[in-house]
């Protein structure tokens, strides 16, 4: 019997596609949390579903991109459907508790299954200035580290500024530090929804008729 990760049960892997372009399989660092950048590792959600981390290359760049370590590591594939599968999980909670749903009981034991697995440790180098990430399983310490910041972000009392982009075509969920509780937009900066909802609005007034 082949080898099942450790979530099969609850989810399925989303299949790959190879029709996007490189700004659309860019990495997204603009939620202000961990956790929920790992959401963005795809995008477009029912829409597009512009996949990410869908091979030990592409995963393996985000972790180190990420912060988690130093270096990119060395990731399978089985690495691969762990993640994606455990990012579904995370969506689910977070679609959940921020529509105020009791997520399921079996999200709630794999976020905390995976927050209990070893995290990276920092390590002083020999020549006692340069400290670097290390695991012994790096791609399942990146998603315990993944799971703990979700953990952190709820013992944080910040659930009520989890929301999700205003673009339904984008659905990125972000963490809200606007003093007012207001934002939006996953961005306003790039390629965020924000700067082109400006562009789109600016088109339109000098489009139309005076």
Same mark, same amino acid.
């Given at each position: 019997?082949?080898?099942?990760?450790?979530?099969?049960?609850?989810?399925?892997?989303?299949?790959?596609?190879?029709?996007?372009?490189?700004?659309?399989?860019?990495?997204?660092?603009?939620?202000?949390?961990?956790?929920?950048?790992?959401?963005?590792?795809?995008?477009?959600? *029912?829409?597009?579903?512009?996949?990410?981390?869908?091979?030990?290359?592409?995963?393996?760049?985000?972790?180190?991109?990420?912060?988690?370590?130093?270096?990119?590591?060395?990731?399978?594939? #089985?690495?691969?459907?762990?993640?994606?599968?455990?990012?579904?999980?995370?969506?689910?909670?977070?679609?959940?508790?921020?529509?105020?749903?009791?997520?399921?009981?079996?999200?709630?034991?794999?976020?905390?299954?995976?927050?209990?697995?070893?995290?990276?440790?920092?390590?002083?180098?020999?020549?006692?200035?340069?400290?670097?990430?290390?695991?012994?399983?790096?791609?399942?310490?990146?998603?315990?580290?993944?799971?703990?910041?979700?953990?952190?972000?709820?013992?944080?009392?910040?659930?009520?500024?989890?929301?999700?982009?205003?673009?339904? #075509?984008?659905?990125?969920?972000?963490?809200?530090?606007?003093?007012?509780?207001?934002?939006?937009?996953?961005?306003?900066?790039?390629?965020?929804? *924000?700067?082109?909802?400006?562009?789109?609005?600016?088109?339109?007034?000098?489009?139309?008729?005076?």
């Amino acid at each position: 019997m082949p080898r099942q990760s450790l979530y099969t049960e609850l989810t399925k892997v989303v299949p790959m596609r190879h029709e996007f372009s490189e700004g659309d399989l860019a990495f997204r660092f603009t939620s202000h949390r961990l956790c929920l950048d790992f959401l963005s590792t795809i995008g477009e959600v *029912g829409h597009r579903d512009i996949e990410r981390i869908g091979t030990p290359t592409s995963y393996s760049r985000w972790i180190a991109a990420s912060g988690i370590l130093d270096r990119e590591p060395l990731v399978s594939v #089985t690495d691969v459907e762990d993640a994606v599968e455990f990012r579904r999980i995370l969506r689910s909670f977070f679609s959940d508790v921020t529509a105020e749903i009791r997520p399921p009981a079996n999200v709630i034991r794999a976020i905390n299954d995976t927050s209990r697995r070893p995290i990276p440790w920092m390590e002083l180098a020999d020549d006692g200035y340069t400290v670097s990430r290390r695991a012994v399983a790096p791609a399942q310490a990146a998603l315990a580290s993944v799971a703990r910041d979700a953990l952190l972000l709820v013992s944080e009392g910040l659930l009520p500024r989890v929301k999700q982009c205003n673009d339904p #075509t984008c659905n990125m969920f972000f963490l809200d530090n606007s003093r007012g509780n207001n934002r939006i937009w996953c961005s306003t900066e790039g390629r965020g929804c *924000g700067n082109k909802a400006k562009k789109r609005a600016f088109r339109k007034r000098h489009s139309e008729p005076s």
